[in-house]
């Protein structure tokens, strides 16, 4: 039986995982555990901690998930990569090197034979005025063209500084704090009313839109599996920094699970 995959928010590269090798090699090793049944995967944004496309070269690393998904896409399994705000950047290389489908924005489609709406979500629920700014200034084409033309030397520490923020480079203690520390954030006032925005989102679209059956988002970093309405769900797929969560959809029936590495 064919199966269909969603995952997000493996933020590969980012500074605060305590071995970025390893985090990436555990993304592979799932992929290739999954091989074998996968007709379709999705990646809904957040892949990469940060990445930035140059004309003529390849930023460093990732070649071992890149490898892996261009084996998957050349077998004949077909993967779509959700833009996220952290691999914003994303132009001809993925796709073109790759064979890998790359969307911005929120993603429509029938999925064995059920039809789906994706999107990484931060697009949705964030609704600030300095949110608004930045998203409309990283996907500024003047703006990402000024920024092409600074030496990576650069750009690349500062991109990670950006995304790291007030975390420090990683050790088992710094994961743990941070695995905590978004714990601690998703008990707060802020998660559910997120959610409520994601489940708002849904709710308007599906009225618009008929035979809506998934809504599925990354973004948050926490497991979220409801019913929303009779015959739609809306599940948010988690995170590959401490659960290691995916879903998986056979035609008939949704899983959410975790990955439980060998």
């Known amino acids: 039986m064919k199966r269909a995959y969603f995952l997000s ?28 049944d996968a007709s379709e995967i999705y ?47 994303i132009f001809d290389y993925i796709p073109g090197e790759l064979g890998v ?27 600030s005025r300095q949110f608004r700014w930045l998203r409309a200034l990283f996907r500024n084409r003047v703006c990402q063209h000024m920024f092409a033309a600074i030496h990576p030397r650069w750009t690349v520490p500062f991109a990670y500084s950006w995304s790291r923020h007030s975390r420090h480079n990683g050790t088992p203690e710094v994961a743990a704090r941070e695995t905590d520390r978004l714990r ?43 019913t929303i309405a009779p015959g739609i769900e809306m599940i948010v797929l988690g995170e590959w920094i401490s659960l290691f969560s995916y879903a998986v959809f056979d035609g008939h029936t949704m899983q959410l699970c975790r990955y439980e590495d060998a």
Not at 44 to 60: F, I, N, S, T
Not at 101 to 127: C, N, P, Y
Not at 192 to 217: K, M, Q, V, W
Request: proline share 2%.
């Open 9 to 36: 928010d493996m933020h590969l590269g980012a500074s605060y995982l305590p071995d970025s090798r390893q985090a990436e090699m555990r993304v592979v090793r799932f992929l290739d555990s999954i091989k074998d």
């Open 43 to 89: 990646l809904l944004g957040d892949v990469l901690d940060y990445w930035y496309e140059y004309r003529y070269v390849v930023p460093r690393g990732y070649v071992r998930f890149f490898g892996k998904l261009a084996e998957l896409a050349d077998s004949g399994i077909k993967i779509t990569w959700i833009i996220g705000n952290h691999d914003i950047w």
């Open 101 to 127: 489908e790359v969307v911005d924005g929120v993603l429509d489609r029938e999925v064995l034979g059920t039809r789906m709406v994706m999107a990484h979500g931060d697009g949705v629920w964030q609704s």
């Open 184 to 226: 601690r954030k998703a008990e707060g006032r802020g998660l559910p009313y997120n959610i409520s925005r994601l489940r708002a989102f849904s709710l308007d679209y599906a009225s618009t839109h008929e035979g809506c059956r998934y809504f599925l988002f990354g973004h948050l970093h926490q497991l979220v599996e409801e």
